[in-house]
T-cell receptor
Framework: AQKVTQAQTEISVVEKEDVTLDCVYETRDTTYYLFWYKQPPSGELVFLIRRNSFDEQNEISGRYSWNFQKSTSSFNFTITASQVVDSAVYFCALTFSYNTDKLIFGTGTRLQVFP | DGGITQSPKYLFRKEGQNVTLSCEQNLNHDAMYWYRQDPGQGLRLIYYSQIVNDFQKGDIAEGYSVSREKKESFPLTVTSAQKNPTAFYLC??????????????FGDGTRLSIL
């Protein structure tokens, strides 16, 4: 089965706390791509990062970092020193080399950052 | 600025009525997509089009129809056959010419409600 699980439905933190959003995926394919998107209250999905299955290098972009581990089929997202503007729903998604038009989304994690 | 424009932002449908959601992009992307988002759920693919005058059903195409007469436009019609149309609809596009792992870019969405 091809599936993305985001077990954390909602997370609440206070500003400046670090927070990690979990993403676990299932696939039997060897070549696949993983994405994270942010959905602020305005509704549009904003692309954050893409990771290829053959590239396990972790990535940092400012306060955002991503930890990709094939051994545990996880692609977790950490926000360091969270800010109120980080409040949004975050989606993890998976697609495959043989059909990159079909994105499989997780159910999303709602992050609320309080001042 | 390049982007994806969805209209209207809010739409109300009477029983037995067909309604059409507009999606226009000026990114020169070949591929376009329609997703449906229900509360607490991930996005589900309705239809997609890889090229002008061609489109394929996604996972939940029943009760919907699309057309792709121009590269920049991909309207979605919610027909009276769709018995539960209340949802948030998101349109996306992707540049297929730059490889398999390109991210999809999303519009601001249309919220459809039934009267």
């Amino acid at each position: 089965a091809q599936k993305v699980t985001q077990a954390q439905t909602e997370i609440s933190v206070v500003e400046k706390e670090d927070v990690t959003l979990d993403c676990v995926y299932e696939t039997r394919d060897t070549t696949y791509y993983l994405f994270w998107y942010k959905q602020p209250p305005s509704g549009e999905l904003v692309f954050l990062i893409r990771r290829n299955s053959f590239d396990e290098q972790n990535e940092i972009s400012g306060r955002y970092s991503w930890n990709f581990q094939k051994s545990t089929s996880s692609f977790n997202f950490t926000i360091t020193a969270s800010q109120v503007v980080d409040s949004a729903v975050y989606f993890c998604a998976l697609t495959f080399s043989y059909n990159t038009d079909k994105l499989i989304f997780g159910t999303g994690t709602r992050l609320q950052v309080f001042p | 600025d390049g982007g994806i424009t969805q209209s209207p932002k809010y739409l109300f449908r009477k029983e037995g009525q067909n309604v059409t959601l507009s999606c226009e992009q000026n990114l020169n992307h070949d591929a376009m997509y329609w997703y449906r988002q229900d509360p607490g759920q991930g996005l589900r693919l309705i239809y997609y089009s890889q090229i002008v005058n061609d489109f394929q059903k996604g996972d939940i195409a029943e009760g919907y129809s699309v057309s792709r007469e121009k590269k920049e436009s991909f309207p979605l019609t919610v027909t009276s056959a769709q018995k539960n149309p209340t949802a948030f609809y998101l349109c996306a596009s992707k540049d297929r010419g730059r490889g398999n792992n390109q991210p999809q870019h999303f519009g601001d969405g249309t919220r459809l409600s039934i009267l």
